[in-house]
């Protein structure tokens, strides 16, 4: 039986429009979607399967920024690498990670205040060929001083002096002395500059405050001069009782606050 050419024509052309809508609604909104979709990133480490390197993020910094933020003079940040069921190595691979996190933060805080621990978490769609996952957590432990601890603070950035209730005299011990002149022999002669920044509770008035931290400053900067450090390397400030680095409604946590902080710049 011969078809007619006209049915042929009016056949191909159907097909032709059928595969037009087929691919407008199947390829192009499904396959090519999917293809070009990119998800926003907020600067959280994320990790692959089995990975101990976290994937590379822009916005990391930003994040770290953050983090750091939380955290107070000399507290401990606490970084928790996480393991699933499944994954190579188990806790080693999770303290893998929080190793690595460690490293990317440490520049900016001293490693002496990061911690590093491991923890198998329940399956939360990480697998193997998956988007990547969080895989580690993060925490502060509050610096607590205690009395007998004595009245200096130091890290690797700077120093804490600590001070007795509305006075700009510094708690006389002679562990303070010999520390403070320590650091005048150890940077004595050399260019570094010395910022020395001055802090209150929040008992009193703001204003007042504000003059006893400068007061408090201005007498460690003495100190320093007197003994070896030219006034000119040296830059005092007062923040009164802001920014503290502790619980105003306690004994313990005022005496935290009412400090002098000592910035060695080399």
């Not at 507290?75 to 994954?87: C, F, K």
């Not at 520049?107 to 923890?119: L, M, Y």
């Not at 940077?187 to 504000?210: C, E, Q, R």
Request: proline share 4%.
């Amino acid at each position: 039986m011969k078809i007619p050419l006209w049915l042929i024509v009016l056949l191909f052309a159907g097909y032709t429009v059928w595969c037009a809508n087929y691919w407008h609604n199947y390829c192009k909104t499904r396959c090519c979607d999917e293809v070009i979709t990119v998800t926003e990133t907020t600067g959280v480490p994320l990790f692959l399967w089995n990975a101990e390197k976290p994937v590379e993020d822009a916005k990391f910094p930003d994040w770290k920024k953050t983090l750091l933020a939380q955290g107070g003079q000399g507290d401990t940040l606490i970084i928790t690498g996480y393991y699933r069921a499944g994954e190579k190595d188990g806790e080693s691979l999770a303290l893998a990670r929080a190793n690595a996190l460690k490293a990317m933060i440490a520049p900016t805080i001293p490693e002496n205040r990061i911690h590093v621990t491991s923890k198998m978490i329940d399956a939360d769609g990480l697998a193997e060929g998956s988007d990547p996952k969080e895989s580690a957590g993060f925490s502060w432990s509050k610096m607590v001083l205690k009395e007998d601890e004595g009245a200096i603070i130091e890290t690797e950035k700077d120093i804490t002096i600590l001070f007795p209730t509305n006075s700009t005299d510094r708690e006389q011990t002679p562990e303070v002395e010999e520390y403070l002149r320590n650091l005048i022999a150890k940077h004595k002669d050399t260019n570094s500059t010395f910022t020395v920044i001055g802090y209150a509770d929040d008992v009193g008035k703001p204003d007042l405050n504000y003059k006893l931290g400068l007061g408090r400053a201005k007498g460690i900067a003495s100190f320093l001069s007197r003994n070896g450090i030219d006034a000119s390397r040296i830059t005092t400030d007062s923040k009164g009782e802001n920014d503290p680095v502790a619980d105003n409604s306690t004994e313990e946590g005022r005496r935290q606050n009412r400090r002098v902080v000592i910035t060695v710049n080399q």
